[in-house]
């Protein structure tokens, strides 16, 4: 939960802070790291077995959908003459309510192409990989008993 919190808070640092808009790529991870956060957040504090394990599941499976943008995103800035943006996908994510109530964190804007600078060594989608993998394992390992 506080692992999406800081991930999310660092990509609007890179947005705002740093002029960097996000591509189609980069919005899918952001909503992966919300759904992370939601779904731990509710399993922690829901008492049914149930319904956290239900929660796990669901946050682990969106977080296997951001890493999978992640590689993507990576595969993309890797290979600049392929083209991501300005596609079906970008259009349906821009015309999402939560793209309407909050177009400065959901709207993408910028081309997956577009060259980042790295931080602290790695590129924004290589921390996004980290920081995804690392929140799915922590979801799965918050099952075991206590």
């Known amino acids: 939960m506080l692992g999406a919190a800081l991930a999310m808070t660092a990509?609007?640092?890179?947005?705002?802070?740093?002029?960097?808009?996000?591509?189609?790529?980069?919005?899918?991870q952001r909503y992966a790291f919300v759904i992370v956060g939601f779904c731990?957040?509710?399993?922690?504090?829901?008492?049914?077995?149930?319904?956290?394990v239900v929660l796990v599941v669901l946050g682990i499976a969106g977080a296997l959908v951001g890493i999978g943008a992640a590689i993507r995103n990576l595969w993309v800035m890797a290979h600049p003459e392929v083209l991501c943006g300005r596609d079906p996908v970008e259009l349906f994510l821009n015309g999402?309510?939560?793209?309407?109530?909050?177009?400065?964190?959901?709207?993408?804007?910028?081309?997956?192409?577009?060259?980042?600078?790295?931080?602290?060594?790695?590129?924004?989608?290589?921390?996004?990989?980290?920081?995804?993998?690392?929140?799915?394992v922590l979801l799965g390992l918050s099952l075991r008993k206590r």
């Open 11 to 28: 990509a609007l640092i890179m947005q705002f802070g740093r002029g960097l808009q996000p591509c189609t790529m980069c919005i899918i």
């Open 40 to 52: 731990a957040f509710f399993a922690w504090t829901l008492p049914f077995r149930l319904i956290r």
């Open 96 to 136: 999402l309510p939560t793209a309407q109530w909050m177009p400065e964190v959901f709207v993408a804007s910028g081309l997956c192409s577009a060259p980042i600078p790295p931080l602290l060594g790695l590129s924004l989608p290589a921390w996004s990989l980290i920081g995804l993998f690392i929140l799915a």
